[in-house]
Structure formats: C-alpha cells, structure tokens
C-alpha cells in the first residue's frame, strides 16, 4: 500500500469515521497540506472562523487530541496525526 493511495482511501472515507463536523473539517485542512505542517493559526481561521485566541488554539488542541483517539480506535494504524512543535499539526501516511 503506498502512500499516495492511502490518502486517497482516507479522504473517501472520511465521512464514515466518527468525526464531529469541526474535526472533519480539521482533518480535510490537514489532508488539503499534503504532509506538511499546518499552522495552528490556519486551523483555528479554518474551523472556528477566528483568529487564534488562547479559548481557541486550547479549542483545537483537544479536538486534535479526539481525533488521534478515534483513529486509533477505528484502528487506522497507516494514518498518523502529528504535532509538530512551533510548527502546527501534520498528517502522515505510513507505508
């Protein structure tokens, strides 16, 4: 399995997983980034349509740790969501 499909699969799947539309709408920016780092500030503009207030980067920081838990349960072991320190958040594609 490649990358590249592994995207692809996860981006038809999306919508049958057990995301609340916010973080729905979190992965699909992470998805759109293709591997690289979003900026925490893009996420908060993106899903909360505000700037990046601490209420909202704590906001998008439990979200984001929600999200690791439920791919984790739906046993999406080729998909890892990362943080990446004074940088944002990452979506990876293992082989």
Do not use: H
Request: aromatic residues 10%; positive net charge; glycine residues 4%.
């Amino acid at each position: 399995m490649n990358a590249t499909f592994d995207k692809y699969a996860f981006n038809e799947i999306i919508y049958d997983l057990p995301f609340t539309k916010k973080e729905q709408e979190v992965v699909k920016e992470l998805l759109e980034a293709d591997g690289k780092p979003v900026p925490r500030e893009q996420l908060c503009k993106v899903v909360f349509n505000k700037s990046d207030t601490n209420s909202a980067k704590s906001q998008l920081s439990s979200m984001v740790k929600k999200i690791k838990i439920k791919l984790s349960e739906e046993k999406m072991d080729y998909v890892c969501l990362k943080t990446v320190w004074g940088s944002g958040y990452q979506l990876i594609f293992r082989k």
